[in-house]
């Protein structure tokens, strides 16, 4: 139990252009989401916080217009990245958390790059 | 604030050896998590071990188990019989405010044949 999933695992892009990276639950219901960002040979760094129904909480320095999160439904939370640039490239990796809230599930990750 | 360290960016194990992968933490909540994840190179974390602040046993899963010592805040990753398999980053990971995690550097992790 308690996949997660995402999609697409890797995007290539325009630089000026947008994309979307999806993440699911397949098997619980997701109150909470959490996005990742991780670059080569670092660690994760936490982006933002999703709570189902409501706005993302966005972490200090991560620009809410360039990184757009919505989370419809306790099963789905989407990252659109707006304008992508080449420093936008980075491994985005997401994470849920059910009712009780004491683990995150991590999804597989999606490898961004804008050229 | 929530701090999270991992002293060894890297560390080499001969198969079938023990290892310890060190991790400190510094948290003013009260109730907290420490947890271990692993990502091999494919990128995906998976997770191994998790300690709450209130657990008076060390955890263990199968052959990892983590070396708690609330009073020095150190939450430690025990690997025992290392095998190739286990080569891969590991990252120890704070929760706090109920469901956030923080997480620290990582530690590399080669096991030698």
């Known amino acids: 139990g308690a996949v997660v999933s995402q999609h697409p695992s890797w995007v290539i892009c325009k630089s000026g252009t947008s994309v979307k990276i999806e993440c699911r639950s397949l098997d619980f219901q997701a109150t909470t989401m959490f996005w990742y960002r991780q670059f080569p040979k670092q660690s994760l760094m936490l982006m933002a916080t999703?709570?189902?129904?409501?706005?993302?909480?966005?972490e200090q320095g991560v620009e809410k217009d360039k990184f757009l999160i919505n989370h419809a439904s306790l099963t789905l939370s989407t990252l659109t990245v707006t304008s992508a640039h080449p420093e936008d490239s980075s491994f985005y990796i997401c994470?849920?958390?059910?009712?009780?809230?004491?683990?995150?599930?991590f999804g597989p990750g999606t490898r961004l790059t804008v050229t | 604030a929530q701090k999270i360290t991992q002293t060894q960016p890297g560390m080499f194990v001969q198969e079938k050896e023990a290892v310890t992968l060190d991790c400190t933490y510094d948290?003013?909540?009260?109730?907290?998590?420490l947890f271990w994840y692993k990502q091999p190179s494919s990128g995906e974390m998976i997770f191994l071990i998790y300690q709450g602040s209130y657990d008076e046993q060390n955890a263990t899963e199968g052959r990892y188990s983590l070396n708690f010592q609330k009073a020095r805040k150190s939450a430690n990753l025990v690997i025992s019989a290392s095998q190739l398999g286990d080569s891969a980053m590991y990252f120890c990971?704070?929760?706090?405010?109920?469901?956030?995690?923080?997480f620290g550097s990582g530690t590399k992790l080669n096991v030698k044949p």
């Open positions: 990971a704070l929760r706090y405010n109920f469901n956030k995690f923080y």
């Open positions: 994470s849920a958390s059910g009712r009780e809230g004491r683990e995150q599930y």
């Open positions: 948290t003013s909540d009260q109730s907290y998590g």
């Open positions: 999703s709570n189902e129904g409501s706005k993302a909480t966005y």
